[in-house]
């Protein structure tokens, strides 16, 4: 890996709203089997076998093609001072969320209590969750502006992330309260 980049990849734990679309889904599934299977029984008893063959093809089809978007990583990219983050469905398909340069970033730090009261004053158009769990460790946020208004992205950020987002913005950094205990104790 080059000095001044640094790439990492963060896996979205099941919990909360994805936990749910996954129950969910496991749910559809399941009734999509058990309503074809009854429905071929019902209307072609005596071809049933062929009939549960293309029905199981049909649902690992339906699973094969909708489960990856219940799989998501985001791949973060710093380099050459930008960030870009991409949302990886399924390992097989990527979509580009967000990309700016680190410079024009409005603010950066690492999200607390402080920071959450701060930011929910704010009217921001855009919010990007980028996180692996919602009690994560290590999230920051970073404000922006585009050409369609102020937004924020959430983000895992390790160590050496943190060091090059300083690196090609300090101005725009806010240490947390967290942070600053932690480098008078020596921590």
Not at 60 to 89: K, Q
Not at 120 to 131: A, E, M, W
Not at 139 to 154: N, Q, T, W
Not at 158 to 184: D, T
């Amino acid at each position: 890996m080059f000095e001044n980049s640094y790439e990492y990849i963060i896996k979205r734990e099941a919990e909360g709203e994805l936990l749910f679309k996954r129950i969910a889904a496991i749910v559809g599934y399941a009734a999509f089997f058990v309503a074809l299977t009854a429905f071929a029984l019902a209307l072609i008893p005596s071809l049933f076998i062929p009939a549960l063959i293309l029905i199981c093809c049909l649902t690992a089809l339906l699973i094969f093609i909708t489960w990856r978007f219940l799989c998501i990583e985001y791949e973060i990219l710093i380099a050459n001072g930008d960030i870009v983050i991409t949302v990886l469905y399924g390992k097989g398909s990527r979509k580009t969320l967000f990309s700016s340069s680190i410079s024009s970033l409005s603010e950066i730090g690492e999200y607390d209590d402080r920071a959450y009261e701060e930011i929910s004053k704010l009217s921001l158009q855009k919010n990007h969750i980028c996180i692996s769990s919602l009690s994560a460790p290590d999230v920051y946020y970073a404000l922006f502006e585009d050409e369609e208004g102020r937004g924020i992205v959430y983000f895992d950020a390790p160590n050496r992330a943190v060091e090059l987002l300083k690196k090609y913005n300090a101005g725009a950094f806010r240490a947390s309260a967290k942070r600053i205990n932690n480098q008078a104790k020596g921590i």
